[in-house]
């Protein structure tokens, strides 16, 4: 940020309305609390449980994590806002909130991939699964990939964006600092950083979209092919709850985010953007425990563990 940027403050606000703050603050803050614990106990359960030392759980594990630094990141800063009142938000402080948001929502697009590309590997080349994925160097060496994909898709515009200049507005039409209402206040020529954005996301998103459908589209001819009904419900069980996770994430995203200018009305983007950093991270966790026998398994295991000890 240059030092003789006019506005040092900014305003956030989702709305004036001192009730629906108090909804807001009850909804969010319960949403906040349900994702972080399911969250921390899906990389509980990952860390402890044998059964769960495999590379589609690492991934999990990884994929809970960049949840939990998600929501935090967002969440935690509007709670404070209501309870006190106070929605200003310091300029450095805008930008490491925009920066780190994308980063790690970036992240997940690229984790999520990996996880199809896992379950590719696993159904469809299961030789080659045992050779290559079972190895954690190779695993870790794939979520780093993911974490330098994300650095490299957001630094340019993060770049661009320490560049812009704000003179004449600095109420944010949001309860964070995200690109399009920021972009849509400053005072600056915004078309090119507009458009870096928009061919960001689209190449973000489309492009690791059509990873998962490939994956998908060899996973369900494998499928397909299987013998026994016992042995199609089996593997299309293991590939459900990262189906559900990847259309709740890309479903939400496409929607925000995939629009050609900052100007455009943020009105619904808004609401939906709430839902995005509070109810999806809450319910991936929960989607991969009720739907996998594993996770289930560990989770009674742990429970089992927990109240021997509290016996003793």
């Known amino acids: 940020m240059r030092n003789h940027t006019t506005v040092t403050l900014f305003i956030l606000g989702l709305t004036d309305d001192p009730q629906l703050q108090i909804l807001l603050f009850i909804f969010l803050f319960i949403t906040y609390i349900l994702s972080i614990t399911g969250n921390l106990t899906i990389i509980t359960l990952t860390l402890v449980d044998p059964h769960l030392k495999t590379p589609m759980y690492f991934f999990l594990q990884n994929f809970s994590f960049l949840e939990i630094l998600f929501t935090t990141t967002c969440i935690p800063r509007f709670l404070y806002n209501i309870s006190n009142g106070d929605r200003l938000i310091t300029y450095k402080a805008c930008f490491i909130q925009l920066f780190l948001t994308n980063l790690f929502g970036v992240t997940e697009f690229f984790l999520l991939a990996t996880m199809s590309y896992d379950r590719y590997m696993a159904i469809c080349k299961p030789l080659h699964y045992v050779m290559i994925l079972s190895n954690k160097l190779v695993c870790g060496r794939l979520v780093i990939c993911c974490w330098i994909a ?104 496409i929607f925000i985010y995939v629009k050609p200018s900052a100007k455009d009305e943020v009105a619904i983007n808004k609401g939906v953007l709430v839902l995005t950093t509070s109810v999806a991270p809450m319910l991936n966790p929960f989607v991969y425990s009720l739907r996998n026998k594993q996770v289930k398994e560990a989770f009674t295991d742990l429970i089992k563990r927990i109240s021997l000890i509290s016996r003793k």
Do not use: R
């Open 150 to 253: 994300g650095c490299l898709v957001i630094f340019p515009p993060a770049s661009l964006g320490l560049e812009l200049e704000f003179c004449d507005s600095n109420i944010i039409d949001h309860f964070l600092c995200d690109a399009f209402p920021v972009l849509k206040i400053s005072c600056s020529d915004t078309w090119f950083l507009e458009q870096m954005v928009f061919t960001v996301a689209v190449l973000t998103v489309i492009g690791t979209f059509l990873c998962v459908i490939l994956s998908y589209t060899y996973i369900i001819k494998t499928i397909i092919k299987f013998p026994s009904a016992q042995q199609k419900m089996k593997a299309f069980s293991t590939c459900s709850s990262h189906l559900i996770v990847v259309s709740i994430t890309y479903g939400s995203c």
